[in-house]
């Protein structure tokens, strides 16, 4: 799996599937075993805003991957906004730019095909990704004409048009059948190390490794493993800095961080679903004490109002709450604490030293 080429400068670029299998073969297979819970796991409403929020980060944290020119609160308040990018700063453009690319990306069908890399696919991610955003020598879906100034390693300098063409070849006939995973992570790697832009190189990069993983049918991976490359910013520039130096011999380092990374982003993503199924047997655990009569309509409503507040609610804001003055509006005070009283006896509500919390463990049998 690995194809040089020569360059007119005689500059030798090596496109390589070469690491350790046996180094990388637990990660895999936690990796396996963690995508396949995650894809058995049913999505329910109470998951979409945390899964929102997840993409949001990990848009925001690709564009900062490289340079931090936008504090994480601003860009997440600008992305739940989702305002068009016109007469916006330049950090501001680009943020919005990537929004637009995961939504093509969005639109890519799964499927068991292996996806097809063409440069001109390269090109526009890479034109949506810096529309609008001016950056000395570089043109929106235009490969370089000059050298890249990169502090770690050295990019090839020309025939860039030419490398990318080779390149995509190599990833769809070298690569075709390996594990997709391998095929994003290493397409993710050779783009980076082609740098074949004057700008937006590694947005281009991770967004060509989503697109993968979308086709692969990687539900949620592609949108969130970007947080853990900002998370990790210098153990991933050193991992591509020990990959590279080895001429592309031996690209085990990156490949075990991007394993590593996705086994974390199964994680997060599992236990927000997991979450999402609790709050649904929760809620549903209220309705089977209604119908069964263990509980009244009355306190229905007040397990309810300590479920949406999601806390410890003191018992002066219990009382305030609008919703519970419904309950409670022709009753005595007596009514009002003998229920708040009875919940706590059977467990359901804690009465606790600054006020009532739901408990949200349900009865095991």
């Known amino acids: 799996m690995i194809r040089q080429i020569i360059t007119e400068r005689f500059e030798r670029i090596t496109f390589s599937g070469k690491y350790d299998e046996e180094a990388v073969a637990s990660l895999m297979k936690e990796a396996d075993a963690r995508f396949a819970i995650l894809s058995s796991l049913p999505v329910t409403p109470y998951s979409y805003s945390f899964l929102d929020e997840i993409h949001n980060k990990c848009i925001y944290s690709s564009l900062t991957v490289q340079k931090n020119n936008m504090k994480s609160e601003d ?10 990018s016109y007469h916006r700063p330049a950090a501001e ?7 637009i690319v995961y939504g093509l ?13 063409t440069p001109d696919f390269v090109k526009r991610l890479h034109m949506h990704i810096t529309f609008d955003v001016r950056t000395e020598g570089n043109i929106p879906g235009s490969f370089r004409t000059k050298s890249a100034d990169i502090k770690y390693f050295r990019p090839p300098e020309k025939d860039i048009a030419k490398l990318i063409k080779e390149f995509c070849d190599w990833f769809n006939t070298e690569l075709r059948s390996a594990h997709p995973l391998i095929r994003a992570c290493l397409a993710h790697y050779h783009l980076s190390l082609l740098h074949p832009f004057g700008d937006g190189n590694g947005r281009t990069a991770r967004s060509v490794e989503a697109a993968i993983l979308r086709k692969a049918g990687y539900r949620y991976l592609y949108r969130s493993i970007g947080v853990y490359y900002k998370e990790n910013r210098t153990e991933y520039y050193r991992s591509f800095r020990k990959s590279e130096k080895t001429g592309g011999f031996d690209l085990t380092a990156f490949v075990s961080f991007f394993l590593e990374g996705a086994c974390k982003s199964f994680i997060i993503v599992t236990d927000v679903l997991l979450a999402g199924l609790r709050i649904c047997a929760v809620k549903d655990f209220f309705e089977w004490l209604k119908s069964e009569e263990k509980i009244t309509e009355r306190q229905y409503g007040l397990l309810h109002i300590l479920f949406e507040a999601d806390r410890m609610i003191s018992e ?17 005070a007596d009514a009002r ?6 919940l706590a006896d059977t467990g359901i ?8 919390e739901l408990n949200r463990n349900l009865p095991q049998r």
């Open 337 to 342: 604490d003998k229920d708040l009283r009875n």
């Open 93 to 99: 453009k680009a943020l919005a730019n990537l929004r």
């Open 75 to 84: 860009a997440l308040n600008l992305l739940r906004i989702l305002q068009d």
């Open 105 to 117: 990306i969005d639109s890519i069908v799964p499927s068991a095909e292996p996806f097809v890399l």
């Open 349 to 356: 509500i804690f009465r606790l030293e600054g006020g009532f």
């Open 316 to 332: 002066e804001e219990l009382f305030r709450n609008k919703a519970f003055a419904g309950l409670y509006d022709d009753d005595s």
